[in-house]
């Protein structure tokens, strides 16, 4: 089973992916937490290009195979054997990252990246994917707090130093991917006290539990 978890910047992706493995802890579910990009060691080496403020010229080709080469190592050497050895793989952005920031935001034709990400994927789609829908204004200014206060890294600081439009078509284009696509999206309001978008999130999963039994 593949959960992702998708969202602008500081819209609480990493407190909700405690909860959920909380939950899963609490009744004997076997599961990992991974994250894109950088899930692996070689993807760790792709994310730091790739959010480098420095890195102001990369073309937007260039950062999409980029984000396409990180993934090809981790669903090659992490996803497909956990999933294969019965484990649920919680990831911290997956695909819809690529479709909305390189396709809807920086304009990369949708159906090259859907393409693209057919040949990376060989059909791996996650099972449930969560949208923690915030507005922009609110979440670069927890970003930036926390970026300020040392808990995320200034190193890794390219995507918060873009302009608030360009969080906005991030935005929009998640709750565009969410109407594509009902039954794999949950959106959940992340403006919310971050207990009660727990709350909301363990609710579907639980459904979504109970149907795969
Ligand atoms: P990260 O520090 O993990 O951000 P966050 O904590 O907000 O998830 O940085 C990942 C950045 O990379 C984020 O700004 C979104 C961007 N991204 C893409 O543009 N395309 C992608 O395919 C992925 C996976 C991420």
Redesign the pocket.
């Known amino acids: 089973m593949l959960i992702t978890l998708e969202g602008i910047?500081g819209s609480g992706?990493t407190t909700q992916i405690d909860y959920i493995a909380s939950y899963f802890q609490k009744f004997g579910l076997d599961y990992i937490i991974t994250?894109?990009?950088g899930g692996t060691v070689i993807g760790e080496k792709i994310r730091s290009i790739?959010?480098d403020p420095g890195n102001i010229n990369i073309h937007p080709m260039t950062e999409l195979l980029l984000?396409a080469a990180d993934r090809v190592q981790h669903i090659k050497e992490l996803i497909n054997p956990m999933i294969e050895s019965g484990k649920i793989v919680i990831c911290?952005?997956f695909?819809d990252?690529?479709t909305v920031?390189?396709g809807f935001t920086r304009g990369i034709d949708i159906s090259l990246i859907q393409q693209l990400n057919r040949l990376v994927l060989e059909g791996l789609a996650p099972d449930m994917t969560f949208i923690l829908d915030l507005n922009p204004e609110i979440g670069l200014k927890r970003a930036w707090k926390q970026i300020n206060d040392g808990s995320r890294s200034e190193s890794?600081t390219r995507?918060e130093n873009e302009k608030l439009q360009f969080h906005e078509s991030v935005r929009n284009g998640y709750l565009a991917l969410a109407r594509q696509e009902p039954d794999r999206f949950v959106v959940v309001d992340a403006s919310m006290d971050p207990v009660k978008v727990g709350e909301k999130i363990l609710e579907h999963l639980g459904r979504c539990l109970e149907k795969q039994k």
Do not use: A, G, H, V
């Open positions: 910047e992706k994250k894109e990009p790739l959010l984000y911290d952005r695909y990252s690529t920031y390189q890794e995507f």
